[in-house]
């Protein structure tokens, strides 16, 4: 079965940029999605397609796809973007990624 | 703007099933360009995929989830239904449902699907 890695945990200061990254078999041959989900809350899909914003996703989310790794790049990070995050594909059903903790320091 | 609204038991015993429902408000569960699903997440653990349906019955399951799991839906009511069998401790989980958007890619000529737009979740407990 299909399987997508990310780390367990990525720490940024405030106003930096925060990389998330999520692995698979060529995954770069996919599309990547990308959640984002606060404590007691549903997940909220940060990105689609690899890079693009649903309305209402701020434009400092952005994401890439290439080869195995897909990332989300946080520019100029808040504190409103501590989360988990999730990346997500499609491999005959629906894969998550083990999820990365966001901490903004 | 469509929701989704997750609904069942809280508690259920092992051994038992589990059953919840999503009702979908503000579109139709018969449209063509969605599927509809079932995604799980148990305390403190990552989300896990259980599967989905397209409005005319067509299903995709969890293969580890398979065996125990059944999505239905029910076009007149806009409402699709989870079952899930036998269950167990590790069953307990925060249960959201989910309409999933489809898009070609055409590097593969294949769909795929994500969902974008959640429910706000139920909270099921498997326990005697």
């Known amino acids: 079965s299909y399987e997508l890695t990310q780390p367990p945990s990525v720490s940024v200061s405030p106003g930096q940029t925060a990389s998330i990254t999520c692995s698979g078999h060529?995954?770069?041959?996919?599309?990547a999605y990308w959640y984002q989900q606060k404590p007691g809350q549903s997940p909220v899909l940060v990105i689609y397609q690899d890079s693009k914003r649903p309305s209402g996703i701020p434009e400092r989310f952005s994401g890439s796809n290439s080869g195995n790794t897909a990332t989300l790049t946080i520019s100029g990070t808040q504190a409103m973007d501590e989360a988990d995050y999730y990346c997500q594909a499609w491999d005959t059903s629906v894969v998550f990624g083990g999820g990365t903790k966001l901490t903004v320091l | 703007q469509l929701q989704l609204q997750e609904s069942g038991p809280g508690l259920v015993k092992p051994s038992e099933t589990l059953s919840l429902t999503c009702t979908v408000s503000g579109g139709s569960i018969s449209s063509s360009s969605y599927y509809w699903g079932w995604i799980r997440q148990p305390p403190g653990k990552g989300l896990e995929w259980i599967g989905s349906?397209?409005?005319?019955?067509?299903?995709y399951y969890n293969p580890s989830l398979k065996s125990r799991v059944t999505i239905s839906v029910d076009t007149s009511k806009n409402q699709f239904s989870l079952k899930l069998s036998s269950v167990t401790a590790a069953d307990t989980a925060v249960y959201y449902c989910?309409?999933?958007?489809?898009?070609?890619?055409?590097?593969?000529?294949?769909?795929?699907?994500?969902?974008?737009?959640w429910g706000k979740g139920t909270t099921v407990t498997v326990s005697s």
């Open positions: 989910a309409r999933l958007q489809s898009t070609f890619y055409y590097g593969s000529g294949s769909y795929y699907y994500y969902m974008d737009v």
């Open positions: 060529k995954l770069g041959n996919k599309y």
């Open positions: 349906i397209y409005y005319s019955g067509s299903t």
